[in-house]
Antibody, heavy 119, light 107 residues
Framework: EVQLVESGGGLVQPGGSLRLSCAAS????????MSWVRQAPGKGLEWVSV???????YYADSVKGRFTISRDNSKNTLYLQMNSLRAEDTAVYYC?????????????WGQGTLVTVSS | EIVLTQSPATLSLSPGERATLSCRAS??????LAWYQQKPGQAPRLLIY???NRATGIPARFSGSGSGTDFTLTISSLEPEDFAVYYCQQRSNWPSTFGPGTKVDIK
């Protein structure tokens, strides 16, 4: 069974850092495209970042230069390192699999982890 | 960046009624459009991909249509568990973008 479990969210001050983790089971992270998608409180969905199976990474303009996506193949885990956090980064962060077989849409999602940026 | 507009913002219907949700793109996305359902406190769930293909395990009452800039999600007969927010998403152009959502609530 495919499962994604995020962790690492919490309260952080503006300018601070946080690292999110997404532990996968039932499939191999490194063989798939994996994304982070966020949702500000009461708002819609925003794609944040993707890592391709080959290792290439891409970011939304709103986080470029501040966030870094990575993976640990030995742990089958996806990460999002978030630096220089701003109030507008407050959101639930979801990891999701971009499934090649269905054209890279998000077929599995984690339960989400809440990041709150506030002083 | 492609902007997706969804209408209506809220749709108030009764169980058993037909729901028709619209998603319009600011430029053509061909058929590279998906629909997701999200219930409060839950992650989104993929319903439809490539405009008209149902994802695994999605009931036949959900159907998608359209191409280019205009797309429709139809729920043929609303079940109690279908009351939720529905988002469209395009992956034709980078970055992938989502619409603002349509809330289907109980009348």
């Amino acid at each position: 069974e495919v499962q994604l479990v995020e962790s690492g969210g919490g309260l952080v001050q503006p300018g601070g850092s946080l690292r999110l983790s997404c532990a996968a089971s039932g499939f191999t992270v490194s063989s798939n495209y994996m994304s982070w998608v966020r949702q500000a409180p009461g708002k819609g969905l925003e794609w944040v970042s993707v890592i391709y199976s080959g290792g290439s990474t891409y970011y939304a303009d709103s986080v470029k230069g501040r966030f870094t996506i990575s993976r640990d193949n030995s742990k089958n885990t996806l990460y999002l390192q978030m630096n220089s956090l701003r109030a507008e980064d407050t959101a639930v962060y979801y990891c999701a699999r971009d499934h090649r077989a269905i054209g890279y849409y998000f077929d599995y999602w984690g339960q989400g982890t809440l990041v709150t940026v506030s002083s | 960046e492609i902007v997706l507009t969804q209408s209506p913002a809220t749709l108030s219907l009764s169980p058993g009624e037909r729901a028709t949700l619209s998603c319009r793109a600011s430029q053509s996305v061909s058929s590279y459009l998906a629909w997701y359902q999200q219930k409060p406190g839950q992650a989104p769930r993929l319903l439809i991909y490539d405009a008209s293909n149902r994802a695994t395990g999605i009931p036949a009452r959900f159907s998608g249509s359209g191409s280019g800039t205009d797309f429709t999600l139809t729920i043929s007969s609303l079940e109690p568990e279908d009351f939720a927010v529905y988002y469209c998403q395009q992956r034709s152009n980078w970055p992938s973008t989502f619409g603002p959502g349509t809330k289907v609530d109980i009348k």
